[in-house]
């Protein structure tokens, strides 16, 4: 079996699917590698480092795609919507594709990419069970969005995030406040700690309360029926319009009180919910940070703009979508390990053994024999569901980003 990386082609984006140090671990499945010239170099892996593991390089785009049996990347179609239709072109029947693809969010492109005959694969999809953790890329960069989040706000505040005592007097620390305790909430909160804050941090879910604080942060709590917050797969679920607007009004002085607020809360497929309101803004003192970690489905702050910084009443409203390619060295690592580990689930001495009896394979395939095979992706484009035999997913719960 031949496995190929590519350059990614979406803007800005400088991660790479795989990294030299995960090429042996494909090898000694008598699985050859395949690196497209440069593909690592943004990350900070020239082809040198690939060719001393045993990979091969120097090898042009179309040489990758005709030559490999599976292409990895970190955007496949769907997440790369533009620049991503040139591959197309390249892709040819049964070949296996593997990345991130936003088939929730982008269901139309999912079937674009299902008419080449490949089979898909979304790594947003893998399922968050004991046995995926190791191949949980969503997580894997979420920790890396909630860290960068924390050093982009104390970037732009213009005070200091650790109480000092100088000899011009005590300086007072910064507070943050998190919203959304999860992989990417934890990790802000965490790095907030480690910068000196003062931390609080509130989450829909009860039970994350003892997390926050095992991180040192004050638990929020707010008199909410939030119901069943989470699907069966441990993603956050659409709570519901009177929900989210009982929760800005409670919100509202625990926002007024805080330096900064990092918003966490994204659903895949669905509109952020509007956490923050311009009221709320405005109600915050100047100077203050909001960063916006839910942007790329429209924030969690009515004011955000995604990739854009916006100053309202001397608040700045920052919203990334893609900090992960901020930190790209670490983020290709991590990212490498999870889709090596979920390829080699499926790859049994250099043969691929698609079982759709395993929930991870069954539930992360979109496509295959020309057909969207997973019935959440099916039923936002109105398509009828498949005969069972024809391994088609189970329509997952709706879930969160972080």
Known sequence: MKVGACKETFAGERRVALIPDVVPSLTKKNVEVLIESDAGKQAGFPDGMYAAKGAGT???RCDVFAKADVILQVRSLGANPEAGRADLELMRKDQVVIGFSDPLGEPQLAKEL???GVTAFSMELVPRITRAQSMDALSSMATIAGYKAVLLAAWHLPRMFPMMMTAAGTIAPARVFVIGAGVAGLQAIASSKRLGAVVSGYDVRPAVKEQVESL???FVEMKLEAGESEDKGGYAKELGEEFYRRQREL???????????ITTAAIPGKRSPILITADMVKGMRPGSVIVDLA???GGNCELTRADQTVVEKGVTILGPTNLPA??????????????TTFLLNMAKEGELNIDLDDEITRDSMVSRDGEVVHQRVRDLLGLQPLETTTG????????GND
Do not use: C, W
């Open 58 to 60: 120097g090898l042009e």
């Open 114 to 116: 299902a008419d080449t």
């Open 216 to 218: 040192g942060a004050k």
């Open 251 to 261: 919100m509202t002085r625990v926002v007024a009180d805080n330096d900064v607020v």
């Open 295 to 297: 942007a790329e489905r």
């Open 326 to 339: 901020a930190v790209p060295f670490h983020a290709s690592q991590m990212y490498a390990k999870n889709i």
């Open 392 to 399: 088609a997913a189970e329509s997952p719960a709706e879930g």
